[in-house]
């Protein structure tokens, strides 16, 4: 009996790793069209990100909630234009909008994606004057999150996880040796948040348009098919 459950449960393993490995060849033949709805969503984004700081900037408040809900804005408004790209995308390639594809990068970024909605939670709750770090931690979440989907995605979006994994390691190395002077201005809200909104605007905004502007499909010819930067 014990040699049956085990041969069957083998065999839904090979059938379970079979499924998966269809849709990595599956999402890696489609590096194309996944590059193609990056572009855009990485302009909407970045775009997004420009105007929430600049606007934040202009209105210079104290308030950690008014930055909170700027910034969670801003990705709010990216998600749903990325999702209405996928969509677009699948309606005109007469696929399933809720794809193998998609299940399998949702499992992928779902880790990192936690992580960020984890820390920002608890900042929020516990001491909402520690909330300048959550760029650090979002910046390096979101690279962990690109990196994830390393295996089927094109190399542009792997590079970009790495350009923000990086970045946030240097921002938080660069607050971990000024923390004296951050303590000491604490008490200056908008001083505080003013760089961590300048922060945001310059990764999320800056790094998004030019990745927009560097992956942005063209046509051409003569190149083969399925090489994609």
Sequence with gaps: MVALWCKVSGMFTRSEAEENLRT??????????????SAPTALVGGVLSVVACATYHYVSTDVVSVFLGFWLGTLVLTAAANTWFIWKGAKARSEPFISSGMKLAII?????????GFFTFYVLITDSMSAYILPTFWMICYGLGLLSTSHFAPRSITLLGWVFLFSGFAVFLFQATHSASFEATIDTFSKVYSNSNLLMGATFGVYHLIYAACTWPRKTTGTTPGVEP
Aim: glycine share 0%; charged share 15%.
């Design 24 to 37: 990595i060849r599956s999402l890696m033949e489609r590096s194309t069209i996944y590059r193609a709805i």
């Design 108 to 116: 992928s970024l779902l880790p990192s994606m936690l992580c960020a």
